[in-house]
Nanobody, 119 residues
Framework: QVQLVESGGGLVQPGGSLRLSCAAS????????LGWFRQPPGKEREFVAR????????YYADSVKGRFAISSEIAENAVHLQMNSLKPEDTAVYYC????????????WGQGTQVTVSS
């Protein structure tokens, strides 16, 4: 399988920026796509962004388009999420997730990293 470890969360003021990173290890040759989800307090987990491992096609939730950018470093088996113009409603635990070539589902998940947007 593939193991995912997130980093880069923290506390930021509204309008500020944060960059999350996710490092993949294990059977990384099986990666088809990496992405980010988030779970706000008291709410269900929701999709944020995705990047395909070949071709680097990206997808975003409407709520983050124009503010967040997902990128990949293939050689490092890493994916990043640059978050700009952060709002209090972006407060959530952010999870890295992976789709493997053997499936079309988000099979592997990281432990999550807390992002808090507050003044």
């Amino acid at each position: 399988q593939v193991q995912l470890v997130e980093s880069g969360g923290g506390l930021v003021q509204p309008g500020g920026s944060l960059r999350l990173s996710c490092a993949a290890s294990g059977r990384t040759l099986r990666l088809s796509a990496l992405g980010w989800f988030r779970q706000p307090p008291g709410k269900e987990r929701e999709f944020v962004a995705r990047i395909n491992w070949s071709g680097a096609t990206t997808y975003y939730a409407d709520s983050v388009k124009g503010r967040f950018a997902i990128s990949s470093e293939i050689a490092e088996n890493a994916v990043h999420l640059q978050m700009n113009s952060l709002k209090p409603e972006d407060t959530a635990v952010y999870y890295c997730a992976a789709i493997l070539r053997t499936s079309n589902e988000w099979e592997c998940w990281g432990q999550g990293t807390q992002v808090t947007v507050s003044s």
